[in-house]
């Protein structure tokens, strides 16, 4: 392995780090010290290695037989937010969507208040074209910059991430080291009533509290994930400690001891279930990373 200035850390536990509180080790966690350290330790990672970002932890599901590979990780090098003028602002990859949206509402830049919604980080949002209350991603980005699998920066535009409903087309492997992105001219008091807004509703139906992976399923085309999860009969199915949320039916928790086994299991059983009453082929929108572990109990309500 290649010597490089962040740490990095053999067989490194992932439970903690994620939502769900579940999973495996990585077969080795990075914490860059900076774009160039990431971008040198990546050229001379031999080209057999697999190569995983990893936010907050938040959209992801890491299988209890742990990550294979390097799994990299942009801690507070990576925070930083940069007020560029013009309602324009860059942040780091790292940067956690609360604090992103915080800082485009003091600078007075409306449009970006939907990042608040999302729980995870600008490298994250950017890979995934994450979205909620009606903007995604693609509204906003005007660049990013990226540290391909071999190494190399680049700097990417809109038109080069080929961005679809949850979805770009950046490679594996790569990681989104910063964002530049686009609002409007506001006023800091109206941004901030809308960001409490979409607080207050995100409070009132989803099970923030518990221990979740958020939105488990894309909603399908003319419908909403949720609704066909309940048609289906599948509030509150358990299986383990694993348990379909009662308050949102497009959320799975993690009631106390389930293993990542039976979080996704549960999920295969609910896109079953589905399929069976509606004809709908559910697609998971939680990333399910690593290696299989454990064997998982029957589901039951």
């Not at 990780?73 to 992103?100: E, H, N």
């Not at 995100?202 to 488990?216: D, N």
């Not at 697609?283 to 109990?297: H, P």
């Amino acid at each position: 392995m290649p010597a490089p200035r962040g740490t990095l850390t053999a067989e490194a536990p992932l439970a903690k780090l994620t939502w769900f509180k579940t999973g495996g080790p990585a077969e080795l966690l990075f914490e860059p010290e900076d774009t160039a350290d990431l971008s040198e330790f990546l050229a001379a990672l031999p080209a057999d290695v697999p190569v995983m970002g990893l936010g907050l932890g938040s959209n992801m599901i890491v299988r209890d037989g742990g990550v294979p590979g390097v799994v990299v990780r942009l801690g507070k090098p990576f925070f930083d937010c940069t007020d560029l003028g013009d309602s324009t602002l860059r942040f780091g990859g790292g940067t956690p969507g609360v604090l992103a949206s915080s800082t485009a509402q003091k600078a007075g830049v409306a449009g970006l208040e939907f990042l608040k919604s999302i729980p995870g980080t600008v490298g994250g949002f950017v890979r995934m074209n994450g979205g909620a209350y009606g903007r995604e991603v693609k509204d906003v980005l005007t660049q990013c910059d990226v540290v391909l699998r071999d190494g190399t920066v680049k700097t990417l535009g809109l038109a080069d991430m080929g961005y679809t409903y949850r979805h770009s087309d950046l490679p594996d492997g790569a990681i989104v080291v910063s964002a530049t992105m686009r609002g409007e001219p506001g006023d800091p008091a109206t941004i901030q009533a809308e960001m409490d807004r979409i607080t207050e509703a995100r409070e009132a139906s989803q099970p923030l509290r518990t221990k979740t992976g958020g939105s488990t399923f894309k909603n399908p085309e003319g419908t909403s994930a949720w609704k066909l999860v309940d048609e289906a009969g599948c509030r509150g199915l358990t299986l383990g400690d694993a348990q379909v949320s009662e308050k949102h039916t497009n959320f799975l928790i993690n009631r106390g001891e389930a293993t990542s086994a039976d979080i996704e299991a549960l999920g295969e059983e609910v896109r079953r279930r589905v399929r069976a009453k509606s004809g709908v082929t559910l697609e998971w929108e939680i990333r399910r990373v690593g290696n299989f572990g454990k064997v998982t109990v029957e589901p039951s309500l």
